[in-house]
């Protein structure tokens, strides 16, 4: 099996669409589909808990899940979040100071961290 394909396989699990902070609260969705026909739950003690730390304007332009992927320039080892509203929203839960306002590195406590106060809203992507 050669890794483009592995990946695929690990990746299977990615959204297919991402829906705003703001249409879960209003609409009460408490799903997501992916690429390979799931329909994954989100709990809504994680939307609340993610609704507490957004402003008005976060909860408009945040998208469900939010997308955690791997970090290929550092070569430690890493993660990442990219996108301005993501960013600022993931910076905040973990305390973390964001150096760009589009990118976020995530070493292996911050995602453990993460994972645990949102497990049902976390994806995790592999890139090569």
């Known amino acids: 099996m050669d890794t483009e394909h592995l990946i695929r396989d690990m990746n299977r699990h990615i959204p297919v669409s991402r829906k ?3 249409e879960h609260l209003e609409s009460g969705l408490d799903t997501f589909e992916t690429k390979d026909g799931q329909k994954c739950s989100v709990d809504k003690k994680d939307i ?25 320039s550092y ?5 990442k979040v990219e996108g ?17 306002e589009d990118f976020l590195r995530l070493y292996y406590p911050d995602l453990k961290d993460l994972r645990r106060m949102l497990p049902s809203i976390i994806s995790i992507v592999f890139v090569p």
């Open 20 to 22: 705003t902070l703001l």
């Open 48 to 72: 609340e808990l993610l609704a507490k730390s957004c402003t008005e304007i976060e909860k408009m332009r945040l998208r469900i899940p939010i997308i955690v992927s791997t970090d290929m």
């Open 84 to 100: 301005s509203t993501e960013v600022a929203v993931v910076a905040k839960l973990l305390k973390k100071k964001a150096y760009k």
């Open 75 to 79: 070569e430690g080892g890493a993660w």
